[in-house]
């Protein structure tokens, strides 16, 4: 893959949000603080303060990643590597077990984890365009580093404490996992917010169960859901004191939308009504016994898609719903399958075709993921070589901010390559002049962000007719100028596409932008170096800076260049 002396050291991405995360553990790893901005280079600073982010808030993974990154001396791109490693080993762990303690069966408990976190992407893209060269394939939501990877594995493992703190009757062991899983849960907390959320949610409607169908044994565990809840809260109260401190554009960003519409269809939610009507229906003719804790429990998991995917109706308002489907609600759903399927079964005296049916359902799992793999490495391939023949130009400008005694962020990189200018972050210090995850950090507003992204296109090569196919032809480009909700509808509770006047109004905008550039405007970019390849069209960047010889590095070259005066 491309220049193979780097690429042992290179993570390879599955996702392209992977890339912000894998900066800001690099700046971590860096001893840059809490409040940093790897991208444009802006950190918190006496004297010059920097607003929450979406980062700072939910430390605790990059920490976690970042310190020992540190202490072992690897780079964030081997820590992710490692991640991606360890989450697959404890989740896969942590399915296992709950679906033994429930069911009591560790054939059900091994097929049944492989088909959850094997199958929670079958929902998404046409079957067959899925296997195209350009065909969406997921790889195992989950494992999308560091989030919801990190958290993932710690949300089953607050589940299996709840089970057990339920299970139990000794009130010494209530106390000890009702501590737990308060700890469990504030890790959740700042740790990724679609999973904390779907936390509280789930143990508000086990509760709410148990409420209903075992009133008189709810004082049995009442108190170790109350020390849960009482902690939840204590840590909470942090959590908003973080938040209120969050940058002005953050809900921008997250694309928080304003609506008390229902959102009643989403394929997980289907799952989940189905399994739920099956157990009234079954319970009502007296197959089952709602009072049993294990369907409470199977009920909880099929109703917690509906609840997380409306709980706008109370709230009023909507984050970016997809991330649930994503990343917990079709999991829920999935085990919850699972689970009930087994206690249905157990039902029947055990024979040797459950055994078998369990098997297959392994094998298709098992097949399932090895296909699912197998066209998400083909359809990242080409991005991620783009990425790793940009490593060691980030590995060297690493090198020359430590053998030099100016602040690296003082200086800026140009990249031509936007996949090149998100990913150089992960490896060197030096801010960026733009990249499609600036506006994840708080470092720079819209407005700056996008006269950055100008300054890009200029820089270049990119006329007033390529950028019209950038709006038309690509999705970064207009999410940069228009929002990514505006352009990707699932993350918004109400569609708002682009119009062709709002696209002629961007025309005229950027067609005057290059007209008006001058000296000022360029002196106003302290670029520092630029990462190019052989093809790139740097004409324009010559225009207003002096290139050196420049450095080759891989198959780019590295220049220094200075403002021409």
């Not at 990462?531 to 960047?541: F, K």
């Amino acid at each position: 893959m491309g220049h193979r002396q780097s690429w042992p050291r290179s993570y390879f991405s599955f996702n392209p949000d992977e890339a912000p995360y894998l900066a800001y553990v690099n700046a971590l790893k860096d001893g840059r603080p809490r409040k940093s901005d790897p991208y444009s280079g802006r950190d918190d600073r006496p004297g010059a303060p920097q607003p929450e982010t979406i980062f700072s808030i939910q430390f605790v993974p990059a920490y976690a990643i970042a310190l020992p990154s540190r202490i072992l001396g690897i780079s964030s791109q081997a820590a992710f590597a490692i991640l991606s490693c360890l989450v697959a080993i404890c989740a896969g762990l942590a399915l296992y077990v709950l679906i033994r303690m429930i069911t009591g069966d560790h054939k059900t408990a091994a097929a049944g984890s492989l088909f959850v976190l094997c199958c929670g992407s079958l929902r998404f893209a046409p079957f067959i365009q899925r296997f195209s060269t350009n065909g969406r394939a997921q790889y195992f939501p989950f494992m999308r580093s560091y989030a919801p990877s990190f958290a993932f594995p710690v949300f089953i493992l607050f589940v299996v404490v709840v089970w057990m703190l339920i299970a139990t009757k000794d009130t010494r062991k209530q106390m000890l996992l009702s501590a737990g899983g308060a700890a469990i849960f504030v890790l959740l907390l700042f740790s990724y917010f679609y999973l904390w959320t779907a936390a509280i949610a789930w143990l508000c409607i086990y509760a709410g169960l148990w409420l209903v169908f075992r009133r008189e044994d709810l004082r049995n565990v009442l108190p170790g859901v109350a020390v849960i809840g009482g902690v939840a809260l204590i840590g909470f109260l942090g959590y908003e004191k973080l938040l209120a401190h969050r940058a002005a554009s953050t809900d921008a960003f997250q694309v928080v939308t304003t609506t008390h519409r229902p959102d009643l269809l989403r394929v997980p939610e289907l799952i989940g009504i189905v399994i739920a009507a099956a157990i009234f229906i079954l319970a009502r003719r007296g197959l089952l016994s709602l009072r049993e804790p294990r369907i409470l429990f199977v009920l909880s998991l099929s109703l917690l898609p509906l609840v997380v995917f409306n709980q706008q109706a109370l709230t009023g308002y909507s984050i970016q719903p997809i991330h649930y489907e994503l990343y917990v609600a079709n999991y829920a759903a999935l085990l919850a399958v699972v689970l009930a399927l087994s206690i249905l079964a157990q039902a029947w005296r055990p024979n040797r075709k459950k055994r078998l049916a369990w098997a297959l359902v392994a094998i298709v799992s098992i097949g399932w993921g090895a296909i699912e793999i197998t066209y998400a490495i083909r359809a990242r391939t080409d991005l991620n070589e783009i990425r790793d023949e940009a490593r060691p130009a980030a590995l060297r400008l690493n090198a020359i901010a430590k053998a030099s005694a100016n602040d690296p962020a003082s200086t800026m990189i140009f990249a031509p390559n936007i996949v090149q200018a998100d990913a150089l972050p992960a490896d060197a210090p030096q801010p960026v002049l733009w990249a499609p995850h600036m506006r994840s950090f708080a470092g720079v507003n819209f407005a700056e962000e996008k006269s950055r992204y100008y300054a890009q296109l200029y820089f270049s090569g990119t006329d007033v007719a390529g950028f019209d196919l950038l709006l038309r032809q690509t999705t970064i480009a207009p999410s940069v100028v228009f929002g990514w909700e505006r352009v990707n509808p699932r993350l918004a509770a109400v569609a708002n596409p682009v119009s062709e006047e709002e696209i002629q109004q961007e025309l005229h905008q950027y067609a005057d932008y290059i007209a008006t550039f001058d000296g000022t405007r360029a002196a106003s970019m302290p670029i520092a170096f630029a990462v190019a390849g052989p093809n790139d069209n740097l004409a324009n960047l010559d225009r207003w800076y002096a290139r050196d010889e420049g450095e080759i590095t891989g198959g780019l070259t590295l220049y220094r260049v200075t403002l021409r005066r």
